[in-house]
């Protein structure tokens, strides 16, 4: 079971995707996870956010990562090479 802070490969659906009428994300993307809760039906569920290196639009909520947390993140999760900006 993913835990709370861990980075996954998964196809998020961003809302203009499902506006277009899509019910799966395009392709996969890093998440993070940020709950996992067990409702009554007993099916746990993982609640995740996705992690972009786009900025948001003027109504969008976003929180920055910081750059030392995002590189060992993507290193861990396997799912690229950390890219030096500097």
Do not use: C, F
Not at 24 to 52: N, S, Y
């Amino acid at each position: 079971m993913p835990q709370p802070g861990e980075v996954l490969n998964y196809s998020y659906l961003w809302e203009y995707e499902y506006v277009k009428g899509r019910d799966e994300g395009i392709k996969d993307r890093p998440v993070a996870v940020v709950l996992v809760t067990r409702p009554k039906d007993g099916i746990d569920q993982v609640h995740v956010v996705p992690l972009t290196t786009k900025a948001p639009a003027r109504d969008q909520l976003a929180i920055e990562v910081p750059e030392a947390v995002r590189r060992d993140a993507i290193v861990a999760a396997g799912i690229g090479r950390p890219v030096d900006r500097d």
